[in-house]
């Protein structure tokens, strides 16, 4: 078998969750709630499964929830987009992210991608023929480095891949930041690839600057975003792509055939949702803030070091106080084994990852009383 991506093996994601299971850790690894979603979110699902909402959805999506998601970007981006020819609701922000690299990307093409970057992107680039080049954001605040950044541009390159609120170190992209890229953009040939699908979680009065608001960047751009994590609901695996016409029309060829359409009861349950409860998104980034307070502050007394994350449900920590003999991989085991509590490495999503790197990944969209007990295990080491 020659294998289209042989480097890869299973992703950092199932190996830490599976050793967390394994181990009876308390699981701080993977990205998703241990708490329910909102009731009326499931009242909802249960009445349109019971209701015969049981069949393929439309390939686009389901109309309501495009315009709820168009309504949404109206009033928090002050952009109108045309519902129809603009937003399509896909399975999961995941197979947006793939679809918009296979729309765009032709064998040869080069892709640049800032690190540590989402565990998708490079197999996704891999797998449409394109070249991945990595540009590291810069430490210890993971911005980005204008120079190595615009001296990565060739005229292969096709596309760019930004995420904010970035996963894993929760930095943001700023206004002035999405200023800066589309002066750099202008002179290329190159797509844009806007990973936004933790908007809605932007801590300490901050706003997220979405490629939404900016009218030259959403000219060229694939806007992504997963209702997973605005909704408590990770396992739904329902997202949608904000894209120019011309964009859409393109990533939509590659959709209807990747999985044509996303689950039908799920998006009915989603668009009644945002229509009756508005107000979850403006309450999102306090309840969080409140986890990640918590969290940091019940983190005090231990030897780890936490610069609170100004966005996402991931908080990084430097251990080198605890074990500086062991890099962020064996760390990340060793704390699911030793300390019984499973988080995540985060030179995996580099290509060359900074030397002395001691930091890891641990996950609060937690209840309290999970923090709590991770926090206490953690304190002791
Ligand atoms: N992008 C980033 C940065 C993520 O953290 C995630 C989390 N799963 C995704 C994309 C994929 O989202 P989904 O679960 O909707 O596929
Ligand atoms: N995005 C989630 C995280 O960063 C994981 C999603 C997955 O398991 N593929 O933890």
């Given at each position: 078998?020659?294998?289209?991506?042989?480097?890869?093996?299973?992703?950092?994601?199932?190996?830490?969750?599976?050793?967390?299971?394994?181990?009876?850790?308390?699981?701080?690894?993977?990205?998703?709630?241990?708490?329910?979603?909102?009731?009326?979110?499931?009242?909802?699902?249960?009445?349109?499964?019971?209701?015969?909402?049981?069949?393929?959805?439309?390939?686009?999506?389901?109309?309501?929830?495009?315009?709820?998601?168009?309504?949404?970007?109206?009033?928090?981006?002050?952009?109108?987009?045309?519902?129809?020819?603009?937003?399509?609701?896909?399975?999961?922000?995941?197979?947006?992210?793939?679809?918009?690299?296979?729309?765009?990307?032709?064998?040869?093409?080069?892709?640049?991608?800032?690190?540590?970057?989402?565990?998708?992107?490079?197999?996704?680039?891999?797998?449409?023929?394109?070249?991945?080049?990595?540009?590291?954001l810069q430490q210890p605040d993971f911005s980005i480095d204008w120079q190595?950044?615009?001296?990565?541009?060739?005229?292969?390159?096709?596309?760019?891949?930004?995420?904010?609120?970035?996963?894993?170190?929760?930095?943001?992209?700023?206004?002035?930041?999405?200023?800066?890229?589309?002066?750099?953009?202008?002179?290329?040939?190159?797509?844009?690839?806007?990973?936004?699908?933790?908007?809605?979680?932007?801590?300490?009065?901050?706003?997220?600057?979405?490629?939404?608001?900016?009218?030259?960047?959403?000219?060229?751009?694939?806007?992504?975003?997963?209702?997973?994590?605005?909704?408590?609901?990770?396992?739904?695996?329902?997202?949608?792509?904000?894209?120019?016409?011309?964009?859409?029309?393109?990533?939509?060829?590659?959709?209807?055939?990747?999985?044509?359409?996303?689950?039908?009861?799920?998006?009915?349950?989603?668009?009644?949702?945002?229509?009756?409860?508005?107000?979850?998104?403006?309450?999102?980034?306090?309840?969080?803030?409140?986890?990640?307070?918590?969290?940091?502050?019940?983190?005090?007394?231990?030897?780890?070091?936490?610069?609170?994350?100004?966005?996402?449900?991931?908080?990084?920590?430097?251990?080198?106080?605890?074990?500086?003999?062991?890099?962020?991989?064996?760390?990340?085991?060793?704390?699911?084994?030793?300390?019984?509590?499973?988080?995540?490495?985060?030179?995996?999503?580099?290509?060359?990852?900074?030397?002395?790197?001691?930091?890891?990944?641990?996950?609060?969209?937690?209840?309290?009383?999970?923090?709590?007990?991770?926090?206490?295990?953690?304190?002791?080491?």
């Amino acid at each position: 078998l020659r294998s289209k991506l042989p480097d890869l093996g299973i992703t950092i994601f199932t190996r830490m969750t599976q050793l967390a299971q394994e181990t009876g850790a308390i699981n701080l690894s993977q990205g998703f709630p241990d708490f329910a979603p909102p009731a009326a979110l499931l009242d909802a699902a249960m009445r349109h499964l019971r209701d015969g909402q049981n069949q393929y959805a439309p390939m686009t999506g389901i109309a309501s929830l495009r315009e709820q998601v168009a309504h949404k970007i109206a009033r928090r981006y002050g952009r109108q987009l045309d519902s129809q020819r603009e937003v399509t609701i896909v399975p999961g922000a995941t197979e947006a992210i793939f679809c918009a690299i296979q729309a765009v990307v032709q064998p040869g093409d080069e892709v640049i991608l800032l690190d540590p970057s989402y565990d998708s992107y490079a197999p996704s680039v891999h797998l449409a023929g394109g070249r991945c080049v990595h540009v590291p954001l810069q430490q210890p605040d993971f911005s980005i480095d204008w120079q190595r950044l615009q001296a990565a541009f060739s005229p292969r390159t096709r596309l760019l891949i930004i995420n904010s609120p970035h996963n894993p170190s929760g930095a943001l992209i700023s206004r002035a930041d999405l200023d800066q890229l589309a002066a750099l953009l202008r002179g290329h040939d190159a797509w844009l690839l806007s990973d936004e699908v933790y908007e809605h979680l932007v801590y300490d009065g901050q706003l997220h600057a979405s490629v939404l608001a900016h009218d030259a960047l959403y000219q060229r751009a694939f806007v992504v975003s997963s209702f997973g994590k605005t909704y408590h609901v990770t396992g739904w695996k329902t997202g949608y792509v904000a894209a120019p016409p011309a964009l859409t029309d393109e990533l939509r060829k590659v959709h209807q055939y990747v999985n044509f359409c996303g689950v039908t009861p799920l998006q009915h349950a989603l668009a009644d949702f945002m229509a009756a409860h508005p107000e979850h998104l403006d309450e999102l980034p306090h309840f969080y803030q409140a986890k990640r307070d918590l969290f940091c502050q019940l983190l005090q007394p231990s030897k780890l070091r936490c610069v609170p994350a100004p966005g996402t449900y991931f908080q990084l920590a430097d251990y080198s106080a605890i074990r500086d003999d062991l890099d962020d991989v064996a760390m990340a085991e060793w704390l699911t084994r030793e300390a019984g509590v499973a988080a995540i490495p985060i030179s995996v999503f580099y290509r060359e990852p900074p030397k002395d790197l001691r930091l890891v990944r641990f996950c609060f969209a937690k209840q309290d009383l999970t923090l709590q007990q991770a926090a206490e295990r953690l304190c002791a080491l």
